[in-house]
């Protein structure tokens, strides 16, 4: 069994932050679950343009509000929380906070830990690997 805290994660390596994110990475690739869980807060006032080409990724709003906009069609949608979004097809998106927004996010395949948003909104499929 694997037991972390928030807060202990929030207090080591796993807390990366992006500039208009922080992602708090509670669970990885090297936890043989086969997704990695992330609580991740998008900063207010901010956009982030993101592009996960190698990743499949749902998101869920805790608090906060914003939208999020998929770029190809530029269609627009509301976050609150209670809001799932799933990018299911590696949707080329970009994300907007009008206050800060608590989002609870799985990734597969999962994160190595240490990775950020390439000059695409890209996170590489195998980046670095954090230590427990």
């Known amino acids: 069994m694997i037991v972390r805290t928030l807060k202990d994660c929030k207090n080591s390596e796993r807390a990366i932050n992006g500039g208009t994110w922080e992602s708090v990475r509670m669970l990885l690739k ?3 679950m086969g997704f990695s869980f992330h609580i991740t807060t998008i900063f207010a ?7 996960y080409q190698n990743h499949l990724e749902s998101v869920y709003c805790m608090s906060g509000r914003g939208e999020v906009e998929t770029v ?3 269609k627009i949608y509301p976050i609150e929380p209670g809001t799932l979004y ?3 097809k590696n949707d080329k998106h970009l994300l907007r906070a009008s206050e800060d927004m608590e989002m609870a996010c799985v990734f597969n395949p999962p994160l190595n830990g240490k990775e950020v948003h390439d000059e695409n909104g890209v ?3 195998d980046g670095e690997t954090l230590t427990d």
Not at 45 to 51: G, K, S
């Open 30 to 32: 090297n936890d043989n």
């Open 45 to 51: 006032n901010t956009e982030t343009p993101i592009w």
């Open 72 to 74: 190809a069609d530029g």
């Open 86 to 88: 799933i990018l299911d």
């Open 123 to 125: 996170y590489a499929l």
